[in-house]
């Protein structure tokens, strides 16, 4: 990503490893509240507000940061198509992410809301997995991949 700032790449990868990050720290409390499983631990209700809030601002970050690959990254990989499978997954499942994302926020109390967060949660497993194998593939071009380091 040579046509972008020096700092975009880390503040890309920083953005998304915290919107995983709390991700995971939320689904046990989803658990809980929504599909009133028993976890062994959840958040508190202040730690939840706090994490769904920093959740939300840091999808948001990460989603103005995502359009701004548009212009160039995503060009470049649709000319050249390399990357071109994964980075249309990305591209799928960030959508249905970003959507189930907003339902989660309007629709709380909705009949829809397990489906929602049900497919919230698996899309965002199946979209980490992908974002590996994408990141993978640049970096195996490189000659420094994920494999090659274990």
């Known amino acids: 990503m040579k046509a972008y700032p020096s700092w975009f790449y880390y ?8 919107l995983i990050l709390s991700g995971i720290l939320l689904i046990p409390t989803a658990l809980d509240m929504q599909w009133e499983w028993n976890v062994i631990w959840r958040l508190s209700g202040e730690q939840y507000l706090i994490a769904v809030a920093m959740h939300t601002a840091v999808s948001y970050l990460t989603l103005t940061a995502l359009g ?3 212009p160039i990254h995503m060009k470049a990989g649709f000319i050249t198509k390399k990357n071109h ?6 591209i799928f499942f960030f959508v ?20 929602i ?3 919230h949660i ?11 194998v994408h990141y993978n593939f640049r970096n195996r071009r490189q000659g ?5 380091k274990i």
């Open 68 to 70: 701004a690959l548009i």
């Open 96 to 115: 249905i992410l970003a959507t189930t994302g907003i339902g989660l926020l309007y629709l709380a109390h909705g009949q829809f809301i397990l489906l």
């Open 85 to 90: 499978f994964s980075g249309l997954c990305l």
């Open 122 to 132: 698996v899309m965002g497993i199946i979209l980490i997995i992908i974002f590996l």
């Open 117 to 119: 967060d049900a497919l």
């Open 11 to 18: 503040m890309l990868l920083t953005s998304l490893v915290i």
């Open 144 to 148: 420094n991949s994920i494999a090659h």
